[in-house]
């Protein structure tokens, strides 16, 4: 069916459809911020919550989590931390005061063959 002529689709069509491989009227997007954009983004758009931002800008994608009770991460003397998933992260800071977490490595970043990727034991 040629989407151009069913008209709008929701968000969560759009995605559903994007995992199938399937024609859609746009790439499904998703939209991640440090707290203070999203505050400047509530007070600029005029609404009170960050899921209101989303819809407002057009965003598909919704972050959904349980609460973590595995393993504790494995912090290194440097501060830096593996998570359950293998990742390398730190702890930094913005000009604005936001505490986040970035990457501190990227463990196959010297990787050179697909064996060197199929063979990694994160």
């Given at each position: 069916?040629?989407?151009?002529?069913?008209?709008?689709?929701?968000?969560?069509?759009?995605?559903?459809?994007?995992?199938?491989?399937?024609?859609?009227?746009?790439?499904?997007?998703?939209?991640?911020?440090?707290?203070?954009?999203?505050?400047?983004?509530?007070?600029?758009?005029?609404?009170?919550?960050?899921?209101?931002?989303?819809?407002?800008?057009?965003?598909?994608?919704?972050?959904?989590?349980?609460?973590?009770?595995?393993?504790?991460?494995?912090?290194?003397?440097?501060?830096?931390?593996?998570?359950?998933?293998?990742?390398?992260?730190?702890?930094?800071?913005?000009s604005f005061g936001s505490?986040?977490?970035?990457?501190?490595?990227?463990?196959?970043?010297?990787?050179?063959?697909?064996?060197?990727v199929e063979t990694w034991?994160?």
């Open positions: 069916m040629d989407v151009r002529k069913r008209g709008p689709i929701t968000p969560r069509e759009r995605v559903k459809g994007a995992l199938r491989h399937q024609e859609s009227d746009r790439v499904p997007f998703d939209f991640w911020a440090v707290p203070e954009v999203c505050a400047a983004l509530r007070q600029r758009l005029g609404v009170e919550t960050d899921e209101e931002v989303l819809c407002l800008l057009g965003v598909d994608c919704r972050l959904v989590a349980p609460d973590y009770v595995g393993p504790a991460p494995r912090v290194q003397p440097d501060g830096t931390y593996f998570d359950a998933w293998g990742t390398h992260r730190r702890k930094v800071s913005n505490i986040y977490d970035e990457y501190a490595s990227f463990p196959l970043a010297g990787a050179q063959t697909a064996a060197e034991d994160g």
